[in-house]
């Protein structure tokens, strides 16, 4: 039989079959993209967890050299010089000597606001990883103009510093012993505790000094001394804003006036529930002192408690619960989370 009339078999796909392989292929895409990323997120929560192991070691170094941990707000010196933060202080423990022994902590102010800025150099050059969230889709640093004070040292017109992701816990906005006070979320009536916390602010009426371990009275594996900040506060009419504790002048360097003044920085006061988003107006609620604890690992945010463990604290959480967890020595006992 001549070739001519043996029928020819063609090779490759139909239409047909060419569109079925594409459809399987969307359906495996679509039930795997969402495992790739669950399992990006993970990685990268267990990354902002180690970045809070760190920073709780560096608190407990801190302690055995200094017998106290670092003031979360120190009073400002003469002429509105603010303070390095609590964060600087941590440095020499963060395998950050080398920035530390850079630093200026004499006739400067951290925040460039009022006097003369010897560390505009330092705070425009260093970037810290271990205080940024891998999760945060927060800008890293934020851009100032420092003072012509600053500007005759040789500083440009504007510099750029560094933002953190975590705040410490300098108190409560409530009394802990009082929650009734405290209904969410209309926030009428309020106990001011506010240096009740790890962090607090030195120098105020209600607070003489740096916090010891030995005044946790509460437990150190029962006070929260650092929560995590590292998504932006979104209001019901979905505009997104910058809260973060240290989203003002001087970044994470600066710790603010301090005292019983009307803002600090890089500390926080507990006024909100975990991930709140329900004020309508676009200004951050408690500005610079009563910041939000918010993240953007799904369902809730990690804290450091001041034993050095590290929690993954639900929205969900009871508000009276995780205001008791924020005062060290409230005298309440509060159950695991």
């Not at 750029?160 to 410490?168: D, M, R």
């Amino acid at each position: 039989m001549s070739k001519s009339l043996m029928g020819v078999q063609r090779k490759g796909f139909t239409l047909v079959e060419l569109l079925v392989v594409i459809a399987i292929i969307g359906v495996l895409v679509g039930l795997l993209l969402p495992a790739v990323q669950a399992a990006r997120e993970a990685a990268r929560r267990m990354q902002c967890s180690n970045n809070l192991k760190q920073i709780g070691l560096s608190l407990h170094n801190y302690h055995d050299t200094h017998g106290c941990i670092p003031p979360g707000v120190l009073p400002q010196d003469v002429g509105r010089q603010r303070q390095a933060s609590w964060i600087v202080r941590t440095f020499p423990y963060m395998e950050q000597n080398t920035v530390f022994d850079r630093a200026v902590f004499v006739g400067t102010d951290w925040t460039g606001q009022d006097s003369v800025d010897r560390n505009w150099e330092l705070k425009n050059t260093v970037e810290v990883e271990t205080y940024i969230c891998p999760s945060s889709d927060m800008p890293r640093r934020r851009t100032e103009t420092p003072n012509g004070d600053t500007q005759a040292l040789g500083a440009p017109g504007t510099i750029e510093v560094q933002l953190a992701s975590y705040a410490g816990v300098a108190g409560t906005y409530f009394d802990p012993n009082d929650m009734a006070s405290a209904p969410q979320p209309n926030f009428s009536n309020y106990g001011r505790a506010t240096f009740n916390g790890v962090m607090a602010s030195v120098g105020g009426s209600a607070q003489g000094g740096p916090v010891r371990f030995a005044s946790i009275t509460d437990g150190t594996s029962n006070t929260i001394c650092i929560t995590e900040q590292s998504s932006f506060y979104t209001n019901a009419s979905n505009q997104r804003t910058d809260c973060r504790a240290s989203n003002h002048a001087g970044g994470m360097w600066a710790s603010g006036p301090g005292g019983d003044s009307d803002w600090w920085l890089n500390v926080s006061v507990v006024r909100y529930p975990i991930n709140w988003n329900l004020a309508t107006s676009n200004a951050c609620p408690g500005y610079q002192k009563h910041t939000i604890t918010r993240s953007n690992h799904p369902g809730g945010a990690q804290v450091l408690l001041s034993d050095g463990a590290v929690r993954f604290a639900q929205e969900t959480m009871d508000f009276s619960l995780f205001t008791r967890l924020s005062a060290r020595n409230d005298g309440m006992v509060t159950e695991s989370f």
